[in-house]
């Protein structure tokens, strides 16, 4: 069982008291910090940073959000470096922020990294920059989970426009503004109505016009430091009154109110998920969508209880206890397996054009051996599963686009077939021209996330090219 702190940030948040109440019921901390209403945000992360824990994980969690269901089972069988939640947000709709579940080496590591100065990144989100840069030397990455949280509901008018006014200058990429567009594009509102979306849209308007966009780091700070001020000037200027005071009967009557709402924690009776894709397909993307619709999926796991139970026909999958599914070639030999054994189950058939497939497969493939010379012991468990995936997908352990051809055609073949008479069962989508939530969203019955549809194959094959390229070049030098 794990040692948790549980860091509790608050500032005017209308819903502190019960988010703290939750938090304290859910986590079942063994000690619980509060960092009282420190602003900016860069001394609040510098406050939380100083405490001296002594146990396995911090929690960190804000108090705009209301914590539905139990995480105590999730930190006590956890081993990652960090895990972000996904909330149900008032405003945006499914999205990761607000519990950070963090453990005692990666918080240590953030505490002794150097701030970066002029950093315009720092000044705007310094939790997560001093994360990132704290985590990079360790070669780890971080991890999503779904939970029942409330994320900005019920908040003060007052909160609402400091928080929309920060988001907006959170906002001043491409793909943030984006994101931040097609929230915004989502928020009905009537005429002469006064309610949380009307002030969000106000204050990112106000914060457009007030600090334009060739801002300096320091002069955004100094804005966000007085964010306080510019708020409570605002709504004196509009005439409007604040709400009163946040309680559990507010919170009961809504959950009463709400009770048909999709549910997104861990035990909210969803079905199985299997990706019944080929590598290069859009399976890493089709697993990041998946997570963004409430499904906490695993991407081709390497882990040795799934090796073993699935190289010895065991296919009551440990992982699958306490995961909604699985992507990529390990679910392919065996999804009639799957199907048999979780009843109600979706799975979804992610295909692409054969041409362009075989061209990415080579990519993925080249330096990419099943057998090698190894000093790290997890990476024979990785070379057994690539093994012994490779020979029961595609017959082969190197790329050959003769085999590769006739393994894609028959696979399609096979899996329409199964699903023939069941097509309510079956999604074939091809994410790599251009498909995506539309399509995803509407199978599992799931509002569309105002998030693009994520690519992180393509990603992942830029990387990978760059390195073949810098290896090519380095045979030339030599």
Same mark, same amino acid.
């Given at each position: 069982?794990?040692?948790?702190?549980?860091?509790?940030?608050?500032?005017?948040? +209308?819903? /502190?008291?019960? #988010?703290?109440?939750?938090?304290?019921?859910?986590?079942?901390?063994? %000690?619980?910090? @509060?960092?009282? &209403?420190?602003?900016?945000?860069?001394?609040?992360?510098?406050?939380?940073?100083?405490?001296?824990?002594?146990?396995?994980?911090?929690?960190?969690?804000?108090?705009?959000?209301?914590?539905?269901?139990?995480?105590?089972?999730?930190?006590?069988?956890?081993?990652?470096?960090?895990?972000?939640?996904?909330?149900?947000?008032?405003?945006?709709?499914?999205?990761?922020?607000?519990?950070?579940?963090?453990?005692?080496?990666?918080?240590?590591?953030?505490?002794?990294?150097?701030?970066?100065?002029?950093?315009?990144?720092?000044?705007?989100?310094?939790?997560? +920059?001093? /994360?990132?840069? #704290?985590?990079?030397?360790?070669?780890?990455?971080?991890?999503?989970? %779904?939970?029942? @949280?409330?994320? &900005?509901?019920?908040?003060?008018?007052?909160?609402?426009?400091?928080?929309?006014?920060?988001?907006?200058?959170?906002?001043?990429?491409?793909?943030?503004?984006?994101?931040?567009?097609?929230?915004?594009?989502?928020?009905?509102?009537?005429?002469?109505?006064?309610?949380?979306?009307?002030?969000?849209?106000?204050?990112?308007?106000?914060?457009?016009?007030?600090?334009?966009?060739?801002?300096?780091?320091?002069?955004?700070?100094?804005?966000?430091?007085?964010?306080?001020?510019?708020?409570?000037?605002?709504?004196?200027?509009?005439?409007?009154?604040?709400?009163?005071?946040?309680?559990?009967?507010?919170?009961?009557?809504?959950?009463?109110?709400?009770?048909?709402?999709?549910?997104?924690?861990?035990?909210?009776?969803?079905?199985?998920?299997?990706?019944?894709?080929?590598?290069?397909?859009?399976?890493?993307?089709?697993?990041?969508?998946?997570?963004?619709?409430?499904?906490?999926?695993?991407?081709?796991?390497?882990?040795?209880?799934?090796?073993?139970?699935?190289?010895?026909?065991?296919?009551?999958?440990?992982?699958?206890?306490?995961?909604?599914?699985?992507?990529?070639?390990?679910?392919?030999?065996?999804?009639?397996?799957?199907?048999?054994?979780?009843?109600?189950?979706?799975?979804?058939?992610?295909?692409?054009?054969?041409?362009?497939?075989?061209?990415?497969?080579?990519?993925?493939?080249?330096?990419?051996?099943?057998?090698?010379?190894?000093?790290?012991?997890?990476?024979?468990?990785?070379?057994?599963?690539?093994?012994?995936?490779?020979?029961?997908?595609?017959?082969?352990?190197?790329?050959?686009?003769?085999?590769?051809?006739?393994?894609?055609?028959?696979?399609?073949?096979?899996?329409?077939?199964?699903?023939?008479?069941?097509?309510?069962?079956?999604?074939?989508?091809?994410?790599?021209?251009?498909?995506?939530?539309?399509?995803?969203?509407?199978?599992?019955?799931?509002?569309?996330?105002?998030?693009?549809?994520?690519?992180?194959?393509?990603?992942?094959?830029?990387?990978?090219?760059?390195?073949?390229?810098?290896?090519?070049?380095?045979?030339?030098?030599?």
């Amino acid at each position: 069982m794990a040692k948790v702190d549980l860091v509790f940030r608050q500032i005017d948040e +209308r819903t /502190r008291d019960v #988010a703290l109440a939750l938090a304290q019921e859910h986590i079942r901390p063994e %000690n619980t910090f @509060i960092i009282d &209403d420190v602003r900016p945000f860069t001394e609040c992360v510098n406050q939380m940073l100083a405490i001296k824990h002594d146990c396995d994980y911090v929690v960190y969690v804000d108090a705009d959000c209301l914590i539905l269901e139990d995480m105590r089972g999730f930190i006590d069988a956890c081993d990652a470096p960090y895990v972000d939640s996904y909330v149900s947000d008032r405003f945006r709709g499914r999205l990761h922020c607000g519990v950070h579940i963090t453990r005692i080496d990666v918080v240590r590591a953030m505490a002794a990294t150097k701030v970066p100065e002029n950093d315009l990144k720092y000044v705007l989100r310094p939790e997560s +920059r001093l /994360r990132n840069l #704290a985590m990079k030397p360790m070669g780890a990455g971080k991890q999503f989970r %779904n939970f029942d @949280i409330l994320h &900005d509901h019920f908040q003060s008018y007052h909160h609402v426009f400091m928080k929309y006014a920060l988001r907006q200058l959170r906002s001043r990429t491409k793909e943030q503004r984006q994101r931040l567009i097609r929230a915004m594009k989502g928020w009905k509102t009537e005429p002469g109505v006064m309610c949380d979306l009307t002030i969000a849209r106000h204050a990112v308007e106000y914060a457009s016009a007030a600090v334009p966009e060739t801002a300096s780091p320091q002069e955004v700070h100094d804005f966000i430091e007085r964010l306080p001020q510019h708020a409570s000037a605002e709504l004196a200027r509009l005439g409007i009154a604040d709400k009163g005071e946040f309680t559990r009967e507010e919170l009961d009557a809504w959950l009463v109110k709400n009770r048909d709402r999709v549910a997104y924690g861990q035990k909210s009776g969803k079905p199985k998920i299997f990706g019944l894709g080929l590598s290069r397909t859009g399976t890493r993307s089709l697993t990041s969508a998946l997570q963004m619709l409430g499904f906490d999926c695993a991407h081709y796991p390497i882990d040795e209880d799934t090796y073993v139970e699935l190289s010895n026909a065991q296919y009551d999958l440990t992982i699958l206890r306490d995961l909604d599914g699985l992507t990529d070639i390990t679910t392919i030999p065996f999804y009639p397996q799957f199907d048999k054994l979780y009843p109600g189950s979706k799975f979804v058939l992610t295909v692409r054009d054969r041409e362009s497939w075989l061209a990415s497969c080579a990519r993925h493939w080249y330096n990419r051996p099943a057998f090698k010379e190894f000093d790290d012991p997890d990476e024979d468990v990785h070379l057994r599963m690539r093994q012994f995936l490779r020979a029961a997908v595609y017959g082969c352990y190197n790329f050959d686009p003769d085999r590769f051809t006739a393994v894609y055609d028959a696979h399609v073949r096979s899996v329409m077939d199964y699903f023939k008479d069941r097509p309510e069962d079956l999604l074939v989508i091809d994410i790599c021209s251009g498909e995506g939530f539309g399509k995803l969203a509407e199978f599992l019955d799931r509002p569309v996330p105002a998030a693009p549809f994520p690519h992180n194959g393509a990603v992942m094959s830029a990387t990978m090219l760059a390195d073949a390229e810098q290896q090519r070049h380095a045979a030339r030098v030599a």
